[in-house]
């Protein structure tokens, strides 16, 4: 992840002619006392059964450990950050940790068991670092934002961007 984050195209590149403008400044002027919040109970539930088939039931229950085991194996000096992880692995450092969480909650074998039946409300059990134990994760806005927007990139998508939240 800290190469990622440290990469070039973890930034904004715009093209010289698009101009920054504020958040809640837009170019065409929005009428916000008729824009209304979608209601999440209306997205139709996920529907999935778990697969039989013996490689994907040894995929969930051993995956974490086959891929650390796979890892460690061709990069000898892997995990050598914070002390934490399922199982007793070290995955590295909490911004490793919560990558590979993300990797593996959405998964496709794991999705459904871990989301239940308020996955249209987001995961409601993501583990904090106060369950785990560990030091929370704080770094400045700026490292922040190349962080997650080299997540979002690791994750497919194009772009990500923040503003402040107001009244």
Do not use: C, H
């Not at 450990?65 to 194996?73: G, L």
């Amino acid at each position: 992840l800290d190469e990622m984050i440290s990469s070039e195209n973890a930034g904004w590149k715009r093209p010289w002619y698009i101009k920054e403008r504020d958040f809640e400044n837009p170019v065409i002027p929005i009428d916000w006392a008729n824009q209304k919040r979608a209601p999440a109970w209306r997205v139709s539930p996920f529907r999935y059964n778990a697969s039989k088939d013996p490689v994907a039931v040894n995929v969930v229950t051993n995956g974490l450990k086959m891929a650390t085991d796979w890892i460690k194996e061709r990069s000898p000096g892997w995990g050598n950050g914070q002390e934490i992880g399922a199982n007793g692995l070290k995955p590295g450092t909490v911004r490793d940790l919560a990558l590979a969480n993300a990797v593996g909650t959405i998964s496709f074998y794991n999705f459904p068991q871990k989301a239940n039946k308020t996955w249209y409300l987001g995961l409601q059990q993501a583990a904090t670092p106060e369950t785990l134990k560990i030091a929370k994760w704080e770094g400045t806005p700026e490292e922040n934002i190349r962080m997650l927007r080299a997540a979002v990139r690791f994750f497919g998508g194009q772009d990500l961007g923040v503003t402040a939240l107001t009244d």
